[in-house]
């Protein structure tokens, strides 16, 4: 803890805060203090009310009951400029900035304070100067749509120290970032504290936590039920206080050496789509009983592969054989029937259809009767809910109304319970709670061990150093790097990651 008591260097507080939506109680009587020059982690499962509080302290939500405090003083936010006039500012997930606009035109676009005419060069000046301060290298002339997902970061955060905050709030702050780019943040977190700026750094990676906060905030459905001096707590004690129970996150390995290949990829091309880059000459072996990862940063070709491997898309050149079967640019249909089954990353847009039922979703890929019998499909999805552990009303719930983390196992469900021998799965715990990614972790792990062979494609490189015996990095729509999963190594996978290896 920071020199001196919470009541005399707090920056921002919420004091018995509440909040309410239909059906749901986001926030139960939260007490939070954030003193002046501290990181301040905020902990917890998904649903566990901690995002409904950070918007609250921006701005963005009203309370129900309770107080939000800045510098001592009730404040009553009634939007995000509000909050920034009081100096309190939030840098999203999903970044807000105008793509052909220059760095200097995003950070000064909005601002009240600008006068009738602008004087551009002054702006750029300042933001310079911003960037030198914080260690945030950004050029204020490069438009934005020329600036790796890193850089945009840094003009969003450049944007917030503009408009005077000294409150920052950081969403999941290293969802798209390599290791470099996190731990360059890490340390502009730290020279923003040492300014005496507070930090509220909101994140799912328990390892980010401890290298960065210096207290922990942890929540559970919509309560605090943990506060440490991150000083004094370790993984363990974080994450169980998060789900209520001991949770085992220890690398996974294969036990006994793989078998024949089941997976094959032999110098495929195709274009990229939107902003993605071309594949260009990619050839991967996967074997039996052996987990592969592919890591790299978002747009580096991870989709692309992914469909074409799951004959989604059609190459220009090569070829994707399934248990010796060729099944280049086939279709979905003949590669499900070579024993391929593909778990996408997007697991409520292209995964699953979130106005059906469970029962009908484990129903969308598999064949099926021109009339179908209600019993036996409740019955079917009453058994994956048993076997997969999904925590849901019935079979007849809608899926949109799963959590994320009983969303993916419903998705696991469909996709493996045909006993595929080949698995590819994309983005398997993206934004799912410390228990749920030790339940997706789990069942991975069981695939592996009944022979099956995975391709684990992620842009998060712990959920591929977790269960990969071999890790590829792919950059610019190329393999750049391999090395075995008990030799990697965080920082090498880093450099091929932003395509200095």
Same mark, same amino acid.
């Given at each position: 803890m920071k020199n001196g008591t919470p009541e005399?260097?707090?920056? +921002?507080?919420?004091?018995?805060?509440?909040k309410a939506f239909p059906g749901v109680i986001a926030n139960a009587g939260v007490d939070l203090s954030v003193q002046r020059g501290e990181v301040h982690a905020v902990l917890g499962e998904n649903g566990a009310g901690k995002s409904t509080l950070a918007s609250i302290l921006?701005?963005?939500?009203?309370?129900?009951?309770?107080?939000?405090?800045?510098?001592?003083?009730?404040?009553?936010?009634? &939007?995000?400029? !509000?909050?920034?006039?009081?100096? *309190?500012?939030?840098?999203y997930q999903h970044f807000r900035l105008v793509e052909r606009f220059t760095v200097a035109e995003n950070v000064i676009l909005g601002d009240p304070r600008q006068p009738m005419l602008l004087s551009t060069r002054r702006a750029e000046n300042t933001v310079a100067e911003l960037g030198r301060k914080y260690g945030l290298p950004v050029n204020p002339r490069a438009s934005v749509e020329d600036l790796s997902v890193g850089e945009q970061q840094r003009v969003e955060i450049v944007k917030m120290l503009y408009r005077g905050a000294d409150v920052l709030i950081l969403d999941e702050p290293t969802a798209v970032l390599t290791p470099q780019e996190s731990e360059n943040l890490f340390e502009t977190v730290r020279a923003m504290a040492a300014e005496g700026k507070s930090v509220i750094f909101i994140s799912h990676k328990l390892s980010e936590v401890?290298?960065?906060?210096?207290?922990?905030?942890?929540?559970?459905?919509?309560?605090?039920?943990?506060?440490?001096?991150?000083?004094?707590?370790? %993984?363990?004690? $974080?994450?169980?206080?998060?789900?209520?129970?001991? *949770?085992?996150?220890? *690398?996974?390995r294969a036990e006994k050496a793989p078998g024949a290949p089941l997976l094959e990829i032999e110098n495929l091309n195709a274009p990229g789509e939107g902003d993605a880059v071309?594949?260009?000459? *990619?050839?991967?072996? +996967?074997?039996?009983?052996?987990?592969?990862? +592919?890591?790299?940063?978002s747009g580096n070709g991870q989709r692309t592969l992914a469909e074409l491997a799951a004959g989604m898309?059609?190459?220009? &050149?090569? %070829?994707?054989? +399934?248990?010796?079967?060729?099944?280049?640019?086939?279709?979905?249909?003949? #590669?499900?029937?070579?024993? $391929?089954?593909?778990?996408?990353?997007?697991?409520?847009?292209?995964?699953?259809?979130? &106005?059906?039922?469970?029962?009908?979703?484990?129903?969308?890929?598999?064949?099926?009767?021109?009339?179908?019998?209600? /019993?036996?499909?409740?019955?079917?999805a009453r058994e994956?809910? %048993?076997?997969? /552990?999904?925590?849901?009303?019935?079979p007849h719930a809608a899926t949109r109304d799963l959590s994320g983390g009983n969303a993916q196992k419903a998705l696991l469900a469909r996709e493996l319970s045909d006993g595929p021998e080949v698995i590819i799965v994309a983005s398997p715990t993206r934004g799912l709670d410390v228990g749920a #990614?030790?339940?997706?972790?789990?069942?991975? !792990?069981? %695939?592996?061990?009944?022979?099956?062979?995975?391709?684990l494609i992620s842009e998060d490189l712990d959920e591929v150093r977790s269960l990969s015996d071999r890790i590829l990095v792919l950059y610019e729509g190329r393999i750049v790097h391999e090395t075995s999963g008990e030799a990697a190594n965080v920082e090498d996978l880093g450099l091929a990651m932003a395509g200095a290896g």
């Open positions: 005399a260097r707090s920056a +921002v507080e919420a004091r018995g805060v509440s921006a701005g963005l939500y009203r309370p129900d009951d309770g107080e939000v405090l800045v510098g001592g003083e009730p404040v009553n936010f009634g &939007s995000p400029r !509000d909050a920034l006039a009081r100096g *309190v500012g939030m840098v401890l290298a960065v906060s210096d207290r922990v905030t942890v929540m559970r459905d919509g309560r605090v039920v943990a506060r440490a001096e991150t000083a004094d707590s370790d %993984r363990r004690s $974080l994450a169980r206080a998060m789900v209520g129970r001991d *949770v085992d996150l220890s *690398v996974q071309p594949l260009t000459d *990619v050839s991967l072996t +996967v074997h039996a009983g052996e987990v592969v990862g +592919v890591a790299g940063v898309r059609k190459p220009l &050149s090569g %070829r994707v054989l +399934v248990k010796g079967v060729e099944t280049t640019g086939r279709g979905p249909k003949a #590669t499900r029937r070579a024993g $391929l089954a593909y778990v996408p990353e997007d697991r409520l847009g292209t995964g699953l259809a979130p &106005s059906l039922s469970i029962s009908e979703n484990l129903l969308l890929t598999r064949p099926r009767p021109f009339f179908l019998k209600r /019993k036996e499909m409740a019955d079917t994956a809910i %048993r076997q997969f /552990k999904i925590r849901a009303p019935g #990614t030790q339940a997706v972790r789990e069942i991975l !792990d069981q %695939r592996r061990r009944a022979g099956c062979a995975v391709l």
